[in-house]
Structures are given as structure tokens and as C-alpha cells.
């Protein structure tokens, strides 16, 4: 079957107007190799695989069940396995689940889990397992959850081998999210009847994945074993991989040049090294691998603090802040001005006609002097403080960048630096902020990515990458939940038009710029997947050519 007619099967199967149809009927999208013409080559087995961490650094926990940085998700995707996996435009491949079928009238959606499956302790995986994960974790902990199963009304498991999705009305969002990045499940015989979010086996994982857990050296690194029990018989074809911490950014690419690290993702190094990377003959750079996350950087306010209350302070923000100059100057050209949520490589869902904030300092002026903050002898208005989020020192800049153009129409703006625990704490949970710079995935759909920032029920205390805003809007909620039990695609893709625009005209956060990850590899690692959410990868299929 074609890869045209793969998608249109796919777009048909999530509208529910595709009666019946099993998704294993479909052929499986093939899988992006990292080296291009190199697929004649046959794996070799054994060897280390080095991975260098993100500029973000060390996880907090080691799995993304609950806790969402790209860092987690980056490590345990190794760990864990999904019910389904990504290939080449998002198109889903079995994994755990290794079929799939859905009803005549798009409300049932059945998944049959592959049999055989064991946790790395030995404890059989079973479809309790992933009842006790989407009860306990997933609508309760993860951020985006409520919002990925808005249209379920029930999960039944009428054996250990099958689960049942009841719906209320046909889900177009569920199936992009069943993927090891973004819904891990969690052993129950580990985590029930505990505090999940503080469990031990948090820091050491147990998961079905083709690699094991086997110790982390704080601030050194983290190394993972294969597992030799893995259901996907004869892989992974590597003995370990080792996630190693490095923090300084000048370490970082010599790591890469001496052969110290072969593999790393997320942009993983500084943006003026990345020149030097494309041109090291050792090297690949890739920008595949990243559609599924459709990354973005994000201007993020507090709307309890008084200045920041009113809609024109925050649109003469906007107005102050040359998105252009941004892009060239402080991304290095690996980035492009934002205009909405909704990125626009998302062409289905984005809309383009949405009340815009261009560059225009005398009008930011003119708006905060109709808030009421003139400026006053010495040419200040008022003070505030930005904290960038500890992914880097890209962040960094991008907050020093914002502080220049808020001096320039009488903003006096004072950057706060912290490591990401402290971040998180602060904006998540004590909501003890101004504004933000920080990092937002789209995650394929804006049920995903861009809804959680503005419905009311996202205000979920001391969840990251929840509404930090606190933004509530009774027709914002009513246009998100009109959403989720839309009748048709068609009215569902029209709702998220129209968050945007609405999304725009009260700006509780807006895109600074949409993001050009890359990934960095050495050319003699193959066998990486660069399909849709390729950064995730979980390296059962990767090999070191000796």
C-alpha cells in the first residue's frame, strides 16, 4: 500500500468514518535510517553506545508517565514502550499493542496486546497494567491527559490481552499519543497503593523496553543494559547505552569530535557549534526526527500579578519584541517567528488569521500608557522578572534578548536563573513568576500541545507544562470542550481555529519562535529511527559499525 493511501486510511480511521478496519491491515510506514544508503550493511552486534544528555542536564525521574521534560522521555523511551510506536509521518506502528481495530461508528477502539511481554523484573505485562497507568497516572498526574481521553468514557479489559476503549463521540487525538514519549505505562504491581510521583522505582525504572536500568551516577551518568528477555527477539543489537552528563557546552561538542559520545538529540549542542558539526567529516547532523514534537519557545505571564492583569500590558509585550531579530540573532537562524499556538507545520489545524502582534515599540508605548504605567522621572514604568527556563544557555539569551526589548518602551526587566527542579517548583507549583521563557511541544495536534495552556481545567498545581498562566475563560473552555466531542473532524479542526484566534486576543502566552531541532550522531552509528518522533527513539534497532 502506497504512503498516500496509508495516510488517507489513517486520517479516515482517526474521523471514525472507516467502519471496522483493523490498523495492522495497514502496512507499517518505513523507518527513516540515519544513514542514508547504508541499509545493504547488516547490524553488528554488541558494543556501547554513548548518548550525550540534553542541554537541559540530568533528569529529575526516569520516566515520562507523569513527568514530561524532554529529558525523561529522552532516557526512558529506551526503558518503556509504548502501545504504539512512530514511523514517517506519524503513521502508527505495532508495538505493544500489535493490533487494532475500531467500531462502525468511531466509538469503540479496541487494542490487542501482544502476549509474551514481560517486565525486566519477570511479572508478565498484561492489560491491568495499562488500566492502572490510565486510571491512576495518565488522568490524574499527566498534563495533558484529561485532554487526550476527553472523549472516553470507559476502559474496559475483558482479558489480560485486550483493552476497550468506550467513546463518546469519535476521538481524532488518541492515537497520537500512545507512543512511549507520551503515554509510558507503569508497572501496577510496583506502583499501586503508593504515592506514584515519589516511588523509588521512579529512579529505577522497571519497564517492557529493550534496555534495563542498571545504575545512575549522579551528575555522571545513567547506564542502561539490554535486556535480554525483550519480545522483539534478537534486539536490541547493542550491549549498553550510557547517557552521559555534560553540561558545559564547549565539552560537549569535543565529546562529539574525540568519539568520547556518538549519539545525542534535541539540539544537543550550542547553536554556534553546529556549523562546525555539519562540516566534522565524523559527523551527521539531522533535522528529521522531530515532527511529532513540533517544538516551540514560549512567552509565558502570570495574570495574578497586577501589571501583567491587563490584556493591553501583555499585547504591548508583544508589540516590543522583534521576532525577526530573535530568529536571526539570538536562534542563529535555527528558528522562526511565531504566530500562533498552533505551529504551522500543523497545516490541517493552524490558522493564519489571527489578530498578530507585529514589531512597533511606539505602539506597546501607547498601550501601557493606557493601562495606567507611565513612565515615570527616570523613564521606567515597572519592574518585572523573567525566568528562562535551564534548558541551556539558548534560553538564556532568548530572556536577555526579551530584557533589551523591554527596556526599550520602559519595562524594567530582571532575569532569574535557577536549575530546573527550582524552575518547575516555581512556575508549576508556588506560581511564584512574572513571565517565562520556556519550551511547549505540540505533540501533533493542539488537543495536545497548545489546549492545556488555556483550558481552566489544565490549572493543575505542581503538574509541568500545565495552564502556569491560570488563564480562565469561560468561552475558551467552551470552545475546548465543544472540541472534544465534536461530531466530525471537520467541526473539530474549526473549534481549534478558533481557540487560536481567541487564544491571540487574550494572550495569556503567545510563540516566540518555532524551533529547528537537530540531531547529532556519530557515522558510525546506523539503525536509528528519524520517523515522526524519531528523538525519542528506543534504540532496539541501532548498531556501532566496528
Known sequence: MSHQKIDTYRRQLLLGTVAGLAWSQIAPATVANAASGEDAKQPVRGGTLVGLSLLAGEPQVLTAAFNQSGVNAYISSKIFDGLVRFGVDSVPQPELAESWSISDDGKTLQFNLRQGVKWHDGTPFTSADVAFTYQEVWLKLHPRGRSIFAAVSALETPDAHTLVFKLNSPSGVIFSALNSGELQIL????????????????????????????????????????????????????????????????????????????????????????????????????????????????????????????????????????????????????????????????????????????????????????????????????????????????????????????KAVGITAQIRGQDLPQFLKRVYTDYDFDITITHLAGYGDPQLGAERLYWSKSITQGIPWSNASRYSSQEMDGIIESAHVAATEAIRVEAYKKLQVLAMTDLPSFTLLENRHFTIHSRKLHGLNLGSAGCYDSLKDAWLEA
Open 187 to 406: 508497572p501496577r504491581h510496583l506502583y499501586e497503593g503508593t504515592d506514584i510521583v515519589r516511588n523509588p522505582w521512579n529512579l529505577k525504572p522497571v519497564g517492557t523496553g529493550p534496555f534495563r536500568f542498571k545504575e545512575w551516577e549522579r551528575g555522571s551518568r545513567i547506564v542502561l543494559e539490554r535486556n535480554p528477555d525483550y519480545w522483539d527477539t534478537g534486539k536490541p543489537y547493542l550491549d549498553q547505552f550510557v547517557l552521559r552528563i555534560i553540561p558545559d557546552t564547549t565539552a560537549r561538542y569535543a565529546a562529539f569530535d574525540t568519539d568520547a559520545v556518538q549519539y545525542g538529540v534535541l539540539s544537543p549542542l550550542a547553536f554556534n557549534d553546529v556549523e562546525r558539526a555539519r562540516k566534522n567529516p565524523k559527523l551527521a547532523v539531522e533535522f528529521q526526527g522531530y515532527d511529532w514534537l513540533s517544538s516551540r519557545v514560549a512567552l509565558e505571564f502570570n495574570l495574578r500579578r497586577k501589571t501583567l492583569a491587563d490584556v493591553r500590558v501583555r499585547r504591548a509585550v508583544a508589540h516590543a519584541i522583534d521576532l525577526d531579530a530573535m530568529a536571526r540573532i539570538a536562534a542563529r537562524g535555527l528558528a522562526t517567528p511565531g504566530t500562533s499556538p498552533v505551529l504551522s507545520s500543523l497545516k490541517r489545524f493552524y490558522d493564519g488569521d489571527v489578530p498578530k502582534y507585529p514589531f512597533d515599540p511606539k505602539l506597546a508605548e501607547q498601550l501601557l500608557d493606557e493601562a495606567g504605567f507611565p513612565r515615570d522621572g527616570e523613564g521606567r514604568r515597572f519592574a518585572i522578572t523573567v525566568d528562562w527556563l535551564p534548558f541551556g544557555g539558548q534560553y538564556q539569551r532568548y530572556a536577555e534578548f526579551i530584557v533589551q526589548s523591554l
